[in-house]
């Protein structure tokens, strides 16, 4: 090749490179990503267990209040799985599921089998599944299901005409049946779950619910049915639910359009620790505080309050990269007393926030940037005596096999794993 060819092909993909990154740096400043970030800062306020709290944890995170009663409540996948299919096979009008993540294999068939033969056998079956979290399935895979009479919506596909707003997912995971039972939790349908050779199942909780705010849950997935270009089509019956006998208070959160400016998941989690005095344990497989998320930690520490951190470990995590990224911010969190845990039989998956005896919160958001600010989330907080005990019994069986990180470990952590590849990924956290 002469060389007067090479060197234009050089030239040509040096000009093409600079105007790629030129693009990308113009798009960057147009979403803003450059401003300096907004401090979200809360100093005071009620208590957990104050009658006031759930009326202000709600209009600080723009969160709904409602009423329903647990019903159920599973922290094993085998039991998760089994509860959703057992759910499917009693509907006898409606199933509605929203969720984030699904894979081929045994979870994703049985799942299908058990929403095709009930779409056959009569019941309205509408899916919302996101466009990025399922990719994996094959086209024949939902092709079946459409045959079969399910009717099926791709929660943003990506569009080259709006390339940046493929960012937002749903990460909800919730399933509604017939309008009186809502499931709703982490686990996404897949065999990923049912862990390997080497390590347990995954650990995750899934709440099932009965009562007014079933309805409520019916009107956010019509939401996004609708913002989907799909037809409600609202019966009579389509929002009514069952009297129950004595429920409790729940506290809806849905994160709808979360923005540079409020995230009502980031609200929601910071209020509640600010509202902490005895006790505050949280579970994430994912813990990436920003600054503010850390100064509320800590000092809830400083005042009193049992702060126990649960999440996954270096060996057991799905992301390794999250996990180096995650380890180096451990460092402040150690140095000043919060207690931080590493799942050691598996994965950890779930998500939850436990205050004093109080109040608990569980749901699909993550304690990152990505459930904050990009993600479209499901997350219930209530004072319900039945689900505090549960998850205080799955955070008591968690600690028990899990692991302490020290002041020392952090302080002798990996140049090359925790240093370098933590911040590198660490610059790119709003992401991950």
């Known amino acids: 090749m002469p060389l007067a060819t090479v060197i ?7 000009a093409l490179t600079l105007g790629l990154t030129l693009l990308i740096l113009i798009s960057l400043y147009i979403r803003g990503a450059f401003r300096t970030p907004v401090r979200y800062r809360v100093t005071h306020g009620p208590a957990a267990g104050d009658k006031r709290f759930p009326t202000v944890l709600a209009s600080l995170s723009n969160s709904f209040l409602s009423e329903g009663i647990v019903t159920g409540f ?6 998760i799985q089994a509860v959703r299919l057992e759910a499917i096979g009693q509907a006898e009008q409606t199933i509605y599921f929203e969720t984030f993540y699904m894979t081929p294999g045994r979870r994703a068939t049985e799942f299908g089998v058990a929403i095709a033969q ?3 056998a009569g019941v309205e079956v509408r899916l919302i599944v996101d466009a990025y979290g399922t990719h994996t399935l094959p086209q024949r895979y939902w092709t079946r299901l459409q045959a079969a009479g399910v009717q099926v919506v791709f929660f943003n596909a990506f569009d ?6 493929f960012a937002g997912r749903t990460h909800r995971k919730l399933l509604l049946i017939d309008g009186k039972i809502a ?22 909780v899934e709440t099932r619910l009965e009562g007014e705010l079933v309805t409520f849950l019916e009107g956010q997935f019509m939401q996004h049915w609708t913002y989907a270009g799909r037809e409600a089509h609202l019966r009579p019956d389509t929002f009514h639910t069952d009297p129950v006998q004595t429920p409790s208070s729940f506290l809806i959160t849905s994160g709808n359009n979360p923005t540079y400016r409020f995230s009502p998941i980031r609200a929601l989690k910071e209020n509640t620790i600010v509202a902490a005095q005895k006790r505050l344990w949280l579970a994430t497989p994912y813990l990436l505080p920003d600054q503010d998320s850390q100064k509320l930690l800590i000092e809830a520490k400083q005042r009193g309050v049992d702060v126990r951190l649960l999440t996954a470990g270096a060996e057991q995590i799905d992301k390794k990269y999250v996990y180096y990224a995650a380890f180096e911010l451990f460092g402040e969190l150690l140095a000043n007393g919060v207690e931080i845990y590493e799942y050691q039989p598996s994965m950890i998956h779930a ?8 109040w608990v919160n569980t749901g699909s958001a993550n304690f990152d940037s990505r459930s904050f600010f990009h993600n479209e989330e499901l997350d ?53």
């Open 74 to 79: 599973w922290s094993t996948h085998d039991q």
């Open 351 to 358: 998500k939850m926030l436990l205050v004093d005896d109080q």
């Open 118 to 120: 009930q779409a056959a």
């Open 8 to 14: 234009l092909i050089l030239q040509c993909l040096l």
């Open 183 to 204: 499931l709703v939790g982490g686990a996404g349908i897949s065999d990923e779950w049912d862990g390997d050779d080497q390590l347990h199942p995954w650990l995750d």
């Open 160 to 165: 080259w005409r709006a390339p940046a707003n």
């Open 380 to 432: 219930l907080s209530t004072s319900d005596p039945r689900l505090i005990m549960e998850v205080e019994q799955v955070f008591q069986t968690a600690f028990a096999v899990s692991q302490s990180v020290s002041l020392k470990d952090w302080q002798h952590r990996s140049w090359w794993r925790h240093r370098l590849i933590g911040r590198l990924v660490g610059f790119v956290q709003w992401q991950l």
